[in-house]
């Protein structure tokens, strides 16, 4: 049920940021400040909901809620408590649904971060970091 509550708790975050991204803007355009005034009460809004959901996917992984197909690819029962904690961020996929990063830019991302140290390397063989 927790789980439930936290993917509606998203889809209403996505709600919230549909009505702050166009409330505000028409109220800018005719000068209506109680328009405007919707920004700041939706982006609190947003906030508390997605961190909800972000907590309601820490439970799943806490609890092993294997109706999660997130925790049925990134979690087993016999796993150390830090680490299921530690598994909602993990997964690129994670982290990215709360904080709206698209997963193949984090994927691109960590291959350039791996690729890095090896052309660090070859440019030392090379000479390039002599003295």
Do not use: C
Not at 10 to 37: E, H, I, K, T, Y
Not at 73 to 81: A, D, E, Q, V, Y
Request: aromatic fraction near 8%; hydrophobic fraction near 55%.
């Amino acid at each position: 049920m927790i789980v439930e509550l936290g993917h509606f708790a998203l889809v209403l975050s996505l709600a919230v940021a549909l009505v702050q991204s166009v409330v505000p803007l028409v109220g800018a355009d005719r000068r209506w400040s109680g328009w405007m005034a919707v920004a700041e009460p939706a982006a609190v809004t947003q906030l508390l909901l997605i961190g909800f959901s972000f907590a309601a996917l820490t439970w799943a992984f806490v609890t092993s809620d294997f109706s999660v197909r997130l925790v049925v690819l990134n979690s087993h029962t016999l796993k150390p408590m830090l680490y299921k904690i530690s598994g909602v961020w993990g997964e690129p996929r994670g982290l990215a649904a709360p904080v709206g990063a698209d997963p193949r830019a984090v994927r691109s991302l960590r291959r350039g971060l791996r690729a890095e140290p090896a052309a660090h390397a070859q440019g030392a063989r090379a000479g390039g970091a002599g003295g």
